[in-house]
């Protein structure tokens, strides 16, 4: 077998589950690669590149995400690796510029600080939220994540939809959740309109696109504010982790450096991810989802996947310049 973006895609995940060296070995070792054909290093990326060509080689690809479902029996990714559904768009993880604290110990002091309390009405908004949140499913079956804003207009992440024909052969699809009895809910698929509007805007991995009309008038929008992030306040993402049900993320949810372009966060993602919302304790929209990367908390063995998305003053600027900002 020849290496694909499928086993791209594998790897990333298995590298964000599975970072520690020794962890990354016992899933190998149980998954019938002999110990001694393991030549591994300290970047968990690396690591599981040649643990993936070992098994590719062996043909125990499905034996490895096996295991690993053994570890993570609800990670999503991993249930549609081994049933073949959609997979999300590859995001090749990188060492990113961490501006956050060094040390693991002071964010984990301000999470302990905050108040966990949140009125009642936190729920409410957050689910008129999520109507506005959809999967996107491109024509190759990768998957992201985005949102409608105002004006019947999608915003997702260029690597997501990164040209008109992208956009062309994708479909969003609204409601791609589970119902509160554990099934799965009746997914609406909508289709996107580029020949009427579609602005890329590589240098900061943003795409914003026109889709068909009454969009928001059936899944409401979320509102593009000049809220801005702050450091160690609580954030969450309402998102399409590995291509599958729609989810939220609210724990270990604290954001770990706010600039004008870009914000970090701990608050857990996965591929597929991609052009997720990120919105404060008041809904308001601070960030675009966009990326992770690798980062070795100093004076410990502890390898740590950190993420980062677009400060919503980016997004203003971007709509305000194609004159798309809803006042």
């Not at 991993?78 to 956050?100: C, F, H, M, N």
């Not at 109507?131 to 949102?147: M, Q």
């Amino acid at each position: 077998m020849t290496w694909t973006k499928y086993h791209t895609n594998l790897r990333e995940v298995l590298a964000n589950l599975f970072p520690e060296t020794d962890d990354a070995k016992t899933v190998a070792v149980d998954a019938g690669i002999p110990r001694a054909h393991l030549a591994l290093k300290s970047k968990p990326v690396n690591n599981w590149q040649g643990i993936l060509e070992e098994a590719l080689r062996r043909g125990v690809v499905p034996r490895l995400i096996d295991v690993a479902l053994r570890e993570y029996p609800g990670n999503e990714w991993l249930r549609a690796a081994r049933t073949d559904r959609d997979v999300p768009v590859r995001v090749e993880p990188s060492d990113i510029d961490w501006a956050g604290p060094d040390d693991p110990k002071t964010l984990e002091k301000a999470l302990g600080h905050q108040s966990t309390f949140l009125p009642i009405h936190f729920l409410e908004v957050g689910l008129r939220m999520a109507a506005a949140v959809c999967r996107v499913l491109r024509a190759d079956r990768e998957t992201g994540t985005g949102f409608l804003i105002h004006g019947d207009l999608l915003v997702t992440n260029l690597h997501v939809l990164g040209s008109e024909a992208d956009a062309a052969g994708a479909k969003l699809q609204f409601n791609y959740q589970e119902t509160p009895e554990g099934r799965a809910a009746e997914a609406v698929d909508w289709a996107l309109d580029p020949g009427t509007g579609f602005w890329p805007v590589p240098e900061n991995d943003l795409t914003v696109v026109r889709v068909s009309a009454g969009a928001c008038a059936r899944w409401g929008a979320v509102a593009v504010g000049a809220a801005k992030a702050q450091a160690e306040e609580r954030v969450s993402i309402i998102q399409h982790p590995g291509g599958g049900a729609k989810q939220i993320a609210m724990h270990r949810n604290i954001v770990a450096y706010a600039g004008e372009k870009r914000v970090q966060y701990l608050t857990d993602t996965m591929p597929g991810s991609s052009g997720a919302p990120v919105f404060n304790n008041r809904w308001e929209l601070v960030a675009v989802h966009s990326s992770g990367g690798w980062i070795r908390d100093p004076g410990t063995k502890s390898i740590n996947f950190r993420n980062q998305g677009i400060a919503v003053g980016i997004l203003r600027e971007v709509l305000a310049r194609f004159k798309l900002l809803a006042e």
